[in-house]
């Protein structure tokens, strides 16, 4: 089974980077001069831009984590990485819904999310949910394959919440659920941990692991 996203704005940013190159190519044959001195000033506008929105995101960020505890950066399952690096730049955690939730940027490179993602190197979020009581080993890896034998990870609710894209990849281990979501943008912000954070817990709740099982 194959999932599939359009890109549009990549598709949308790539059309314009090339009405950007051929005007300013069509400049040059004409006035040079003039066209490098615009290609400057464009390149330190697009800078200070991307310099500005960092900022106002990092702000935002500040705002929110008041609300919570940072958390250290160490990846909590390093032992499960057999190749590659892991770094989590920041973290944090509190209680949400009655259960421990840590969230947090996480890098990755040289295949050391294999199976929970699909690029060998990239940057998203991840969520640890802490369970109340022990649960067995599960998760649902890539290509679409359940791992474990919890009754619950097969039901019809958890498998269209996943295919409609309400609850992402999972693992269990050791007493927690966690996520792992790749992400496109340079800066995450607010809105990008509680997204993960609500989706991991959807997870949870679906998977019936929101409370001790017998």
Known sequence: MVFKRAPVRATSGVAVAGVLIFAWRAAADSYPGWALLVL???LLLIVAGLLAHREV???RVRAWAAGWTPAGRVWPWDGLRRQGDIRVPRAWTREVAGLPVTVGEIRWSGGALAGAVLARAGR???VVVGLPGEAPEMGLRLPYRFVGDWPRQTDPEVREAF???RIPL????GGELFTIEPRDGLFA????FDRAVRRALLAVELLHLARPHR
């Not at 912000?189 to 990008?192: D, K, N, Q, T």
């Open 163 to 165: 295919l409609d894209g």
């Open 170 to 173: 999972w693992t269990v281990r």
């Open 40 to 42: 400057a000033v464009a």
């Open 189 to 192: 912000g607010p809105a990008v």
């Open 57 to 59: 995101v990092r702000r």
């Open 124 to 126: 998203g979020v991840f």
